[in-house]
């Protein structure tokens, strides 16, 4: 399908009574990290601040990226991670994980951050009443990069994913290996062949194997399942999703060891009903004290993604699942039902014709926020909104911006109070009618109707929903066609 050369952006819906109101945070393509307000007023840049993402802090603090490594060499690896005030100077910063020698530039330290971390003081990097991350001090987490060569998982160079704790002075206090972990993801016989043959090489550089790309790491926190004995649920440990695997997992932060587990495979009789969760991201447990508090939430990209049998999707075992819409799942991790969701049909597409409606097939995240509400991120048409637990639609945004490649895309976006921000005064909140596209035009277009209208004898209807005008010979020889 194609997309349309006009269409609307900057706030095109809201409902100030019945949305969670506060500043938005979202990297604008290659200007910067962008905060809006709910009408969508551009209140604040950190120009030149790269958001991998951006994430806010009280004070008017972000966290973000000032440069990238040079992509022939490394894939999606910022060369540090940086808070910065208000004004644009560095506070705080975390650039020596690895000491790089890429041909053609001076050899320095980098973190080879991407994807995600957490300060210490908040679980997921979104506002939680009572939990404020720490903005002078604390540990940080942080989702990182490292080449490693693994022949028990194949015999190609693999990018794994890091996970590692640093200090305030930078020292790396505590680490992970996904590729340590290697016979706990459960993988089939099937699936480990196709992965040893290609562990998703990319036409980049190395051509290393991004073989499980983790996109999302958070804390547990504080929560009910550990308190009512579930050693599983400790508050220190980490739960991580990755997109090429289709696994979101649980780690005992002491041991290492994955404690809890959904996917690769989704056809067993416990989760079937919850059906393939293809190419996800931003998998979390929503925090205590939101609503929902204890349940997973993810949004479920589809697209494709995963190892296994050869099929006519993917003759080759990778990427063996595939999903043209996507999802925001809500599931208890205990029973593992699903206790809400957001899909096309919530969305009020009709399923599966239009299901491709709601689709981001890579980025994009979903924020609980503190009223009940969720902020989505579609992220690959550059879309951030928010609907009630009724999926009602009380915001909406689409990003301006567009990157090199002309596309608009945002990577996660984040809501916090207003009070987090004490350099500017609350906004005035106007409320924006959705506009009835039926009968919006363009000034000097011409309006719908206008053109004298007769009616049609032999209009029929079928059971798809289609029309067409014909002949009764012309419906009797459709309808026999279509029995055949």
């Known amino acids: ?52 993402p951006n994430k806010i802090f009280p004070g008017g603090y972000v966290l973000g990226s000032t440069a990238e490594r040079d992509p022939k060499y490394g894939f999606q690896d910022e060369a540090n991670l940086v808070q910065v005030d208000w004004d644009g100077n560095v506070v705080w910063k975390f650039d020596r994980y690895e000491w790089i020698e890429d041909p ?79 016979e706990e993801l ?19 550089g190395t051509h290393s194997g991004d073989w499980m790309h983790i996109n999302s790491v958070s804390v547990l926190g504080p929560n009910k399942h550990y ?25 005992d ?42 349940n997973i939430l993810v949004f479920d990209n589809g697209g494709w993604g995963g190892y296994g049998s050869p099929n006519p999707e993917s003759p080759d075992g990778v990427k063996v699942a595939r999903r043209d819409h996507s999802r925001i799942l809500e599931i208890h991790p205990i029973t593992l039902e699903i206790e809400w969701q957001y899909t096309p049909t919530e969305a009020g597409f009709q399923a599966p014709l239009d299901s ?19 902020l989505i991120t579609e992220g690959a048409d550059g879309r951030i909104f928010e609907v009630t637990r009724e999926h009602e639609l009380v915001w909406e945004y689409i990003s301006p911006y567009k990157n ?15 009070e987090w921000i004490p350099q500017l005064e609350k906004p005035v909140e106007t409320e924006i009618a959705p506009l009835d596209v039926a009968d919006y035009r363009l000034p000097g277009a011409a309006p719908r109707g206008a053109v004298t209208a007769v009616e049609v004898e032999g209009t029929v209807s079928y059971g798809d929903g289609a029309f067409c005008v014909a002949t009764t010979d012309e419906v009797v020889r459709k309808e026999r066609d279509q029995d055949e």
């Open 1 to 52: 399908m194609g997309h349309p050369t006009i269409y609307p952006t900057g706030t095109t819906v809201y409902q100030p009574g019945k949305a969670w109101s506060g500043y938005t945070i979202y990297q604008a393509a290659d200007t910067g990290a962008l905060l809006i307000d709910m009408n969508g007023r551009e209140v604040h840049l950190w120009k030149g601040l790269r958001g991998f």
């Open 104 to 182: 053609g530039h001076p050899a320095q330290w980098m973190a080879r951050q991407h994807h995600d971390y957490q300060r210490e003081g908040n679980p997921v990097g979104y506002y939680v009443p009572g939990a404020d991350p720490k903005v002078g001090s604390g540990n940080t987490i942080i989702l990182a990069h490292k080449n490693v060569n693994r022949p028990e998982i194949s015999d190609v160079e693999l990018l794994d994913d890091m996970i590692i704790e640093v200090d305030w002075e930078g020292n790396v206090v505590w680490e992970w290996a996904v590729s340590d972990h290697f």
């Open 186 to 204: 459960g993988f089939d016989e099937a699936a480990k062949e196709a992965l040893y043959r290609d562990p998703n090489t990319r036409a980049f």
């Open 227 to 251: 308190d009512a004995g579930d050693e599983r649920f400790h508050p220190d440990n980490l739960i991580w999703d990755a997109r090429e695997s289709n696994i979101i997992a649980i780690i």
């Open 253 to 294: 932060k002491r041991t290492g060891n994955i404690v809890w587990k959904l996917g690769p495979d989704y056809s067993g009789e416990d989760t079937k009903h919850i059906g393939w969760i293809i190419g996800q991201h931003h998998a979390h447990l929503i925090p205590k004290g939101l609503p929902g508090e204890g």
């Open 356 to 374: 491709y409606r709601f689709y981001s097939p890579y980025i994009s995240s979903a924020q609980r926020l503190p009223n009940g509400n969720t």
């Open 404 to 418: 090199s490649r002309d596309a608009n895309m945002v990577y996660r976006a984040y809501r916090v109070p207003y």
